[in-house]
């Protein structure tokens, strides 16, 4: 919250920080803060009682989902407070498309995050993933926009890639391709949740750190 404040109250150049100033502050700093928070919290190889939590009847699954839930509630306050000083601050009564420009990158960063712990059982590793797609999205995405000067390969992939461009601006594209770029968005945040908790449900390969899985299949 004291970022998002900080960048309320400063004039920021936007071709040197494009994502900062009033209308973005809260679409700058809440994403990155989820991607990097939901990396943390769930990696099997730093839980301590993690053999405990597999003896429970209740899915060690339901534990990432409780903390990531944690973690929505706590950051969606801090959101919706940014949000509705930008708002006030800046004079925009679109509420609604205030609330989506961060939302739909918040699921993907913590989708993102939580997926590239669990499979890597590195969470720095998630948080460096976080970190370089935010800055990727942050700084050259516009890259990824149909018609905008990019280089080949990228080229070649402008005609699909716009769709999971996470600081997309409303008016970017038309409204009902801005629309469908939220949508994509955030369900491949929500579709890496629930890969993780998929994950998290084979028992052996969590104990083995994936090596019993791989030596189970090559032995078969």
Known sequence: LGVILLLLSKDSNPKAWPLTGVVRAVEFAVPLAVGMQAAFLFSPDD??????????????????????LVLAAVQTAVALIGTLASIAIAGDADVLLTVVRWTAPALFFGGLGVYTTVRSRQPAFGVAVVGLLWFVFGFIGTTMLPGMPSFWPLTLLQPFIWSIYGYMKPTDLAMGDYILNRIVLG??????????????QDEEHILSGGKLGKSSKGNS
């Open 47 to 68: 839980e301590p009682a993690m053999e405990v939590l597999l003896a429970c009847p209740r899915p060690v699954s339901w534990v990432l989902l409780e903390r990531l």
């Open 187 to 200: 369900a491949l945040g929500l579709v890496l949740v629930l890969l993780s908790a998929r994950q998290l």
